[in-house]
């Protein structure tokens, strides 16, 4: 799904709602999502998962055409971990498109 699915969903969901309301709704809660996650903050939402930073430290690496070795430097990247409902209602779904009991 891409954002303006998602949009496009809340928008017909809601009715009261106009499509530019919406985008603007979707656009705000990820921009303050993105602005947490940069200044170092944990993101819960219960139900659905946690969004934290995650730490990689530099490695060496290689260049993969001259096969030279690089320093890869450390990385701050964002990492996402389902919660218990969310795990549950994929793996749910999953038995019931794939048909298992």
């Not at 106009?18 to 139900?47: N, P, W, Y």
């Not at 998962?49 to 690496?61: L, V, Y």
């Not at 055409?65 to 218990?84: A, D, M």
């Amino acid at each position: 799904m891409t954002r303006s699915d998602l949009v496009t969903r809340l928008a017909d969901r809601f009715a009261q709602l106009t499509q530019r309301d919406t985008e603007f709704a979707v656009k705000t809660i990820l921009d303050a999502m993105s602005d947490a996650l940069a200044r170092g903050h944990r993101i819960e939402i219960r139900g659905f998962g946690s969004f934290s930073i995650t730490r990689r430290p530099p490695r060496m690496g290689r260049n993969p055409r001259s096969g030279e070795q690089v320093l890869i430097p450390e990385k701050l990247v964002p990492h996402f971990k389902p919660g218990k409902a969310l795990r549950e209602a994929v793996d749910e779904r999953g038995r019931r498109n794939t048909g298992e009991a």
